[in-house]
């Protein structure tokens, strides 16, 4: 059609036609030439380094130090920092932070908990923090060897909810004393600096910079034993009178809000990479797997499952990303978040449980990575902080 006839509504033969939809500012799932770049750098080190390390890393409840390593030389630990203090991007996005969690995801979900960790809390600064407070903590994420470093908001009980803590801050003079205790922290028995989830007496749920180990602060040796993303190495950080400067406190308000939401869709575009992987292994394994002569794929009920995995994984990924191109543009985001959690946290525990059902008594065993799958897609409903994109 010829631009003069679709500008007047009407083709060769006369007849009326829609025009166009002009292009706008509004929701594009198309990576721009840089997130392409960035993506194919860290989807080829997912498949290469993070896939192979995956099982071991998974049984040994840790990542080995120089994944940790490779992952920081392709500037992971630096995603959140500006370019005025030694990161690589001049622009925040929270849609190329969701696709590089979804990347490194279709590698392995507890490795990009282990990877991402320091990133929440660079992150986390580099929003939220003064001129200060950037200058003492962001350039090491830029160095040679970043600190080991978590976003904690978690607590050790039933029911927990991020705007309703139980630790506690409270004033002593120009200092804050935090009591409390943080579960299923990404490489607590290690960390160097951490951003703390408290509440702060008489103003609501806050962030603060802790610098670890301090007095005050006790870190677990062992992991916490968990069902998933063992390779996170989480554990547990108990505070015990813990005493900060004034120039500790990072946010509180709206700003704890926003980092609860940037959190929960951290943890959905994990989601969506390891879902994706499930698919993705799926598809040629019923395709060759015969039972009675013919592929299992020929079977009404295995091609149904299958399908049904992918429509789900694909609404999972719009919704997550939905919800962060309003939060890039500066848009109230909190509906979209809590749709896209729902959606990921139901269909995501699906998924997994539908990856270890194809493969019949092979899912149950750690012959397949599909087990481990189950187990870390059922974080996604549950899990609070460690991301943050």
């Not at 030439?33 to 290469?48: K, N, P, T, W």
Request: glycine letters at 12%; proline letters at 5%.
């Amino acid at each position: 059609m010829k631009r003069s006839e679709q500008a007047s509504g009407r083709d060769a033969s006369g007849g009326a036609r829609q025009r166009r939809a002009a292009g706008h500012d509004g929701f594009d799932l198309t990576p721009s030439d840089e997130q392409r770049m960035i993506l194919d750098a860290f989807g080829d080190f997912a498949e290469s380094r993070l896939r192979a390390a995956a099982s071991e890393a998974d049984a040994e409840s840790g990542a080995a130090q120089a994944l940790i390593v490779e992952g920081h030389e392709l500037g992971l630990s630096a995603l959140g920092v500006p370019t005025a203090l030694g990161g690589a991007f001049e622009e925040r996005s929270a849609v190329t932070n969701v696709l590089v969690g979804e990347a490194l995801a279709h590698g392995d979900l507890g490795l990009a908990v282990a990877l991402l960790a320091p990133a929440a809390v660079s992150t986390a600064i580099s929003l939220w923090g003064d001129a200060g407070q950037q200058g003492a903590y962001l350039p090491s994420f830029t160095g040679e060897r970043p600190p080991a470093a978590a976003l904690a908001l978690l607590e050790p009980r039933a029911l927990f909810d991020p705007l309703a803590l139980s630790t506690m801050a409270r004033r002593s003079g120009t200092d804050f004393v935090l009591d409390g205790s943080k579960a299923l922290v990404p490489r607590a028995a290690e960390a160097e600096l951490l951003v703390i989830g408290a509440e702060l007496e008489g103003s609501g749920p806050a962030l603060f910079i802790v610098e670890a180990p301090a007095a005050g602060t006790r870190l677990e040796s062992e992991p916490e034993p968990a069902m998933g993303v063992r390779a996170a190495a989480t554990g547990r950080v108990t505070l015990d009178g813990l005493r900060l400067p004034g120039a500790a406190l990072l946010a509180q308000g709206e700003a704890y809000a926003d980092c609860v939401r940037l959190g929960r869709l951290g943890w959905c575009a994990l989601a969506c990479g390891t879902a994706k992987a499930v698919l993705d292994h799926l598809i040629p394994y019923v395709n060759e797997r015969h039972a009675f002569g013919e592929p299992i794929s020929h079977r009404q009920a295995v091609a149904f499952t299958i399908s049904n995995i992918a429509i789900e994984a694909e609404g999972m990924r719009l919704a997550t990303l939905r919800a962060a191109g309003l939060a890039d543009r500066g848009e109230p985001f909190a509906r979209e978040v809590a749709l896209a959690r729902q959606l990921c946290g139901a269909k995501g525990m699906q998924i997994g449980s539908d990856g270890v059902q194809m493969l019949g008594g092979h899912g149950f065993t750690k012959e397949h990575p599909e087990e481990r799958w189950y187990r870390d897609l059922r974080a996604a409903a549950l899990m609070e902080g460690a991301l943050l994109v």
